[in-house]
Nanobody, 113 residues
Framework: QEQLVESGGGVVQPGGSLRLSCAGS????????MAWYRQAPGKQRELVAD???????YYADSVKGRFTISRDNAKYTIDLQMSNLQPEDTAVYYC???????WGKGTPVTVTS
């Protein structure tokens, strides 16, 4: 069974940091681009960042300069380092193999004072 498992979410104050991790397998990661999405309450799921096999990142404008995506091709993991978090970053964060239906169950991030 193909599976992605996210971890690292939590509650943080504005300006704080969190590091999310997503663990998969060789079958899932393969040669594919991996991505982080998020879905805030009442909003559509949106792409936050993705990273190619070779490590080329893409960031949504809303997180550029604050978030950093990375991957470990030997461990089949991707991470999302989030800094200077703001209330508008509150959402459930999901790991995804880009352009596929392979998703994790998500990890919630709440930014509140």
């Amino acid at each position: 069974q193909e599976q992605l498992v996210e971890s690292g979410g939590g509650v943080v104050q504005p300006g704080g940091s969190l590091r999310l991790s997503c663990a998969g397998s060789r079958d899932i990661f393969g040669l594919y681009t991996m991505a982080w999405y998020r879905q805030a309450p009442g909003k559509q799921r949106e792409l936050v960042a993705d990273i190619t096999l070779r490590g080329t990142p893409y960031y949504a404008d809303s997180v550029k300069g604050r978030f950093t995506i990375s991957r470990d091709n030997a461990k089949y993991t991707i991470d999302l380092q989030m800094s200077n978090l703001q209330p508008e970053d509150t959402a459930v964060y999901y790991c995804n193999r880009k352009y596929s239906d392979i998703w994790g169950k998500g990890t919630p991030v709440t930014v509140t004072s």
